[in-house]
C-alpha cells in the first residue's frame, strides 16, 4: 500500500498550484483521502478530502472556495487543486487514505496510510 503525492513548489500570492496523490496497492474501491497540511511550529490539519465511490468532498473552513479537491479512478489519483493561494497557506502538504472505509473527517488517527509529503511555498 503507497501513496505518492506530489506537486508542491513555490507560488506567488494569488497563484495556483495542483498536488496529486496516487495510490496504489489499495484493496477496496471504498476510501477515504484527506490532504493535510503542517506548516512549521504548528500542528497538523486537515484541508479537504473525499470519498473514493462516490466523490462527496469535505472542506477545511480556511480553504473553501479556493481549493477543490477530485479524483480520477482509472488513474486512482487524487488532485487537490489550489486557488488563490495565500502565504499562510505555506506547508508541507501530505495525503492520507483508508482502505476500506469512507467516512469523512480530519482525525488523523483515522487515516492509516500517509504519504510522504510535499512542500508548498507562497511568497513574492
Known amino acids: 500500500v503507497q501513496l505518492q503525492a506530489s506537486g508542491g513548489g513555490l507560488v506567488q500570492p494569488g497563484g495556483s498550484l495542483t498536488l496529486s496523490c496516487e495510490r496504489s496497492?489499495?484493496?477496496?474501491?471504498?476510501?477515504?483521502l484527506g490532504w493535510f497540511r503542517q506548516a512549521p511550529g504548528k500542528e497538523r490539519k486537515g484541508v479537504a478530502a473525499?470519498?473514493?465511490?462516490?466523490?462527496?468532498?469535505y472542506y477545511g473552513d480556511s480553504v473553501k472556495g479556493r481549493f477543490t479537491i477530485s479524483r480520477d479512478k482509472r488513474k486512482k489519483t487524487v488532485y487537490l487543486q489550489m486557488n488563490d493561494l495565500k502565504p499562510e497557506d505555506t506547508a508541507v502538504y501530505y495525503c492520507?487514505?483508508?482502505?476500506?472505509?469512507?467516512?469523512?473527517?480530519?482525525?488523523?488517527?483515522?487515516?492509516?496510510?500517509w504519504g510522504q509529503g510535499t512542500l508548498v511555498t507562497v511568497s513574492s
Open positions: 492520507a487514505a483508508t482502505d476500506g472505509y469512507s467516512g469523512l473527517g480530519f482525525t488523523p488517527a483515522v487515516y492509516p496510510y
Open positions: 473525499i470519498r473514493g465511490s462516490d466523490g462527496t468532498a
Open positions: 496497492g489499495f484493496r477496496f474501491d471504498d476510501y477515504a
